[in-house]
T-cell receptor
Framework: GAVVSQHPSRVICKSGTSVKIECRSL??????MFWYRQFPKQSLMLMAT?????????EQGVEKDKFLINHASLTLSTLTVTSAHPEDSSFYIC???????????????FGPGTRLTVL | QKEVEQNSGPLSVPEGAIASLNCTYS??????FFWYRQYSGKSPELIMF????GDKEDGRFTAQLNKASQYVSLLIRDSQPSDSATYLC???????FGAGTRLTVKP
Protein backbone atom coordinates (compact mmCIF):
# COMPACT_ATOMS: atom_id res chain seq x y z
CA GLY A 1 0.00 0.00 0.00
CA ALA A 2 0.88 3.65 -0.28
CA VAL A 3 3.19 4.96 2.42
CA VAL A 4 3.73 8.52 3.55
CA SER A 5 6.53 9.41 5.91
CA GLN A 6 7.07 12.51 8.00
CA HIS A 7 10.20 13.82 9.61
CA PRO A 8 10.79 14.61 12.37
CA SER A 9 8.23 12.75 14.41
CA ARG A 10 8.75 15.02 17.37
CA VAL A 11 10.44 18.36 17.79
CA ILE A 12 10.92 20.69 20.71
CA CYS A 13 12.17 24.17 20.00
CA LYS A 14 12.53 27.57 21.61
CA SER A 15 10.14 30.37 20.90
CA GLY A 16 11.19 32.41 17.88
CA THR A 17 12.91 29.64 15.98
CA SER A 18 11.75 28.12 12.70
CA VAL A 19 10.93 24.48 12.28
CA LYS A 20 10.79 22.53 9.03
CA ILE A 21 8.70 19.39 8.68
CA GLU A 22 9.16 17.07 5.72
CA CYS A 23 6.48 14.90 4.18
CA ARG A 24 7.40 12.24 1.65
CA SER A 25 5.40 9.80 -0.42
CA LEU A 26 7.58 6.70 -0.53
CA UNK A 27 6.05 4.54 -3.23
CA UNK A 28 3.80 6.78 -5.26
CA UNK A 29 3.73 10.17 -6.89
CA UNK A 30 1.87 12.68 -4.77
CA UNK A 31 0.24 15.16 -7.09
CA UNK A 32 -1.54 16.78 -4.16
CA MET A 33 -0.46 17.09 -0.56
CA PHE A 34 -2.41 18.37 2.40
CA TRP A 35 -1.27 19.77 5.71
CA TYR A 36 -3.36 19.50 8.85
CA ARG A 37 -3.02 20.62 12.42
CA GLN A 38 -4.69 18.93 15.34
CA PHE A 39 -4.91 20.17 18.90
CA PRO A 40 -5.60 17.70 21.73
CA LYS A 41 -9.11 16.26 21.63
CA GLN A 42 -10.02 18.38 18.62
CA SER A 43 -10.66 17.48 15.04
CA LEU A 44 -8.19 17.71 12.17
CA MET A 45 -7.96 21.20 10.80
CA LEU A 46 -6.94 21.57 7.18
CA MET A 47 -4.26 24.22 6.87
CA ALA A 48 -3.42 24.12 3.18
CA THR A 49 -3.50 22.14 0.00
CA UNK A 50 -0.58 22.04 -2.38
CA UNK A 51 -0.19 20.70 -5.87
CA UNK A 52 3.25 19.81 -7.13
CA UNK A 53 4.95 22.80 -8.70
CA UNK A 54 2.24 25.25 -7.65
CA UNK A 55 1.76 27.61 -4.76
CA UNK A 56 -0.18 26.22 -1.85
CA UNK A 57 -3.79 27.16 -1.25
CA UNK A 58 -4.28 28.14 2.36
CA GLU A 59 -7.45 27.79 4.37
CA GLN A 60 -9.06 30.90 5.75
CA GLY A 61 -7.35 32.06 8.89
CA VAL A 62 -4.05 30.28 8.23
CA GLU A 63 -1.17 32.72 7.86
CA LYS A 64 0.74 31.88 4.71
CA ASP A 65 3.78 33.88 5.84
CA LYS A 66 3.97 31.93 9.05
CA PHE A 67 3.34 28.47 7.63
CA LEU A 68 5.45 28.17 4.51
CA ILE A 69 4.63 25.23 2.30
CA ASN A 70 6.77 23.99 -0.54
CA HIS A 71 5.80 21.11 -2.83
CA ALA A 72 8.74 21.09 -5.17
CA SER A 73 8.62 17.49 -6.28
CA LEU A 74 6.13 14.68 -6.67
CA THR A 75 7.40 12.98 -3.55
CA LEU A 76 8.23 15.79 -1.15
CA SER A 77 6.41 18.62 0.53
CA THR A 78 7.70 20.70 3.41
CA LEU A 79 5.99 22.83 6.01
CA THR A 80 8.07 25.47 7.75
CA VAL A 81 6.69 27.06 10.87
CA THR A 82 8.46 30.39 11.02
CA SER A 83 9.14 32.19 14.29
CA ALA A 84 7.31 29.54 16.24
CA HIS A 85 5.50 30.46 19.44
CA PRO A 86 3.99 28.31 22.18
CA GLU A 87 0.53 28.60 20.63
CA ASP A 88 1.90 26.84 17.53
CA SER A 89 2.49 23.73 19.61
CA SER A 90 0.35 21.08 17.99
CA PHE A 91 0.27 17.81 16.08
CA TYR A 92 1.00 18.48 12.40
CA ILE A 93 -0.07 15.83 9.94
CA CYS A 94 0.50 15.68 6.22
CA UNK A 95 -1.33 13.57 3.71
CA UNK A 96 -0.82 12.82 0.06
CA UNK A 97 -2.99 11.88 -2.85
CA UNK A 98 -1.68 10.70 -6.15
CA UNK A 99 -1.30 7.99 -8.68
CA UNK A 100 0.99 5.13 -9.55
CA UNK A 101 2.73 2.81 -7.22
CA UNK A 102 0.65 1.61 -4.32
CA UNK A 103 -1.79 4.50 -4.30
CA UNK A 104 -5.40 4.21 -5.28
CA UNK A 105 -6.65 7.14 -7.28
CA UNK A 106 -8.48 9.78 -5.23
CA UNK A 107 -7.36 8.24 -1.94
CA UNK A 108 -5.66 10.34 0.68
CA UNK A 109 -2.85 8.67 2.66
CA PHE A 110 -1.66 10.16 5.92
CA GLY A 111 1.79 10.50 7.34
CA PRO A 112 2.40 9.57 10.98
CA GLY A 113 2.44 13.19 12.13
CA THR A 114 4.90 15.53 13.80
CA ARG A 115 4.39 16.66 17.36
CA LEU A 116 5.72 20.19 17.78
CA THR A 117 6.33 21.68 21.19
CA VAL A 118 7.43 25.30 21.37
CA LEU A 119 8.87 26.37 24.71
CA GLN B 1 -21.25 24.19 4.93
CA LYS B 2 -19.44 20.97 5.59
CA GLU B 3 -19.57 18.39 2.84
CA VAL B 4 -20.03 15.57 5.31
CA GLU B 5 -21.85 15.26 8.59
CA GLN B 6 -21.33 12.59 11.18
CA ASN B 7 -22.84 11.86 14.54
CA SER B 8 -19.98 12.72 16.87
CA GLY B 9 -21.09 10.15 19.40
CA PRO B 10 -19.71 8.85 21.57
CA LEU B 11 -20.92 5.45 20.45
CA SER B 12 -20.46 2.60 22.84
CA VAL B 13 -20.99 -1.05 21.98
CA PRO B 14 -20.16 -4.27 23.81
CA GLU B 15 -17.42 -6.51 22.55
CA GLY B 16 -18.67 -8.81 19.81
CA ALA B 17 -21.52 -6.53 18.75
CA ILE B 18 -21.94 -4.72 15.45
CA ALA B 19 -20.96 -1.07 15.47
CA SER B 20 -22.74 1.11 12.93
CA LEU B 21 -21.30 4.47 11.93
CA ASN B 22 -23.13 6.83 9.62
CA CYS B 23 -22.24 9.78 7.48
CA THR B 24 -24.30 12.02 5.21
CA TYR B 25 -22.93 14.23 2.47
CA SER B 26 -24.29 17.23 0.65
CA UNK B 27 -22.78 17.12 -2.83
CA UNK B 28 -24.79 14.80 -5.06
CA UNK B 29 -21.90 14.74 -7.49
CA UNK B 30 -19.52 13.15 -4.99
CA UNK B 31 -18.00 10.01 -6.41
CA UNK B 32 -15.50 8.72 -3.88
CA PHE B 33 -16.00 8.08 -0.19
CA PHE B 34 -13.53 7.10 2.47
CA TRP B 35 -13.50 5.86 6.03
CA TYR B 36 -10.51 6.51 8.27
CA ARG B 37 -9.75 5.42 11.80
CA GLN B 38 -7.77 7.59 14.18
CA TYR B 39 -6.44 6.35 17.47
CA SER B 40 -5.76 8.90 20.15
CA GLY B 41 -2.44 10.62 19.53
CA LYS B 42 -1.98 9.04 16.11
CA SER B 43 -2.68 10.12 12.56
CA PRO B 44 -5.65 8.77 10.60
CA GLU B 45 -5.33 5.49 8.77
CA LEU B 46 -7.41 4.42 5.80
CA ILE B 47 -9.90 1.64 6.45
CA MET B 48 -11.90 1.53 3.25
CA PHE B 49 -12.97 3.46 0.22
CA UNK B 50 -16.14 2.97 -1.77
CA UNK B 51 -17.20 4.34 -5.12
CA UNK B 52 -20.27 2.34 -6.11
CA UNK B 53 -23.73 2.03 -4.60
CA GLY B 54 -24.16 -0.98 -2.38
CA ASP B 55 -21.92 -2.80 0.03
CA LYS B 56 -18.21 -3.36 0.06
CA GLU B 57 -16.76 -5.81 2.52
CA ASP B 58 -13.23 -6.14 3.86
CA GLY B 59 -12.81 -8.52 6.74
CA ARG B 60 -14.93 -7.33 9.66
CA PHE B 61 -15.64 -4.01 7.95
CA THR B 62 -18.46 -3.28 5.53
CA ALA B 63 -18.93 0.08 3.86
CA GLN B 64 -22.37 0.88 2.50
CA LEU B 65 -23.09 3.62 0.00
CA ASN B 66 -26.49 4.96 -0.95
CA LYS B 67 -26.11 7.79 -3.44
CA ALA B 68 -29.84 8.40 -3.74
CA SER B 69 -30.09 9.13 -0.03
CA GLN B 70 -26.60 10.61 0.13
CA TYR B 71 -25.28 8.58 2.98
CA VAL B 72 -22.40 6.27 3.56
CA SER B 73 -22.03 3.99 6.53
CA LEU B 74 -19.46 1.72 8.08
CA LEU B 75 -20.35 -1.48 9.89
CA ILE B 76 -17.86 -3.19 12.14
CA ARG B 77 -18.78 -6.78 12.91
CA ASP B 78 -17.55 -8.61 15.98
CA SER B 79 -16.34 -5.35 17.49
CA GLN B 80 -13.15 -5.59 19.53
CA PRO B 81 -11.76 -3.26 22.19
CA SER B 82 -8.95 -2.50 19.72
CA ASP B 83 -11.57 -0.93 17.43
CA SER B 84 -12.05 1.86 19.98
CA ALA B 85 -11.06 4.99 18.09
CA THR B 86 -12.48 7.96 16.26
CA TYR B 87 -13.82 7.16 12.81
CA LEU B 88 -13.72 9.80 10.10
CA CYS B 89 -15.77 9.94 6.95
CA UNK B 90 -14.49 11.85 3.92
CA UNK B 91 -15.45 12.57 0.34
CA UNK B 92 -13.10 13.07 -2.57
CA UNK B 93 -13.74 16.74 -3.13
CA UNK B 94 -13.53 17.94 0.43
CA UNK B 95 -10.54 17.20 2.59
CA UNK B 96 -11.95 19.03 5.59
CA PHE B 97 -12.75 16.50 8.24
CA GLY B 98 -15.39 16.84 10.90
CA ALA B 99 -15.07 15.66 14.45
CA GLY B 100 -15.73 12.07 13.45
CA THR B 101 -17.52 9.49 15.56
CA ARG B 102 -15.83 8.30 18.70
CA LEU B 103 -16.39 4.59 19.18
CA THR B 104 -15.78 2.72 22.40
CA VAL B 105 -15.97 -1.07 22.46
CA LYS B 106 -16.40 -2.34 26.00
CA PRO B 107 -14.98 -5.74 26.97
Amino acid sequence: GAVVSQHPSRVICKSGTSVKIECRSLDFQATTMFWYRQFPKQSLMLMATSNEGSKATYEQGVEKDKFLINHASLTLSTLTVTSAHPEDSSFYICSARGTSGGAHTDTQYFGPGTRLTVL
Amino acid sequence: QKEVEQNSGPLSVPEGAIASLNCTYSDRGSQSFFWYRQYSGKSPELIMFIYSNGDKEDGRFTAQLNKASQYVSLLIRDSQPSDSATYLCAVRNDMRFGAGTRLTVKP
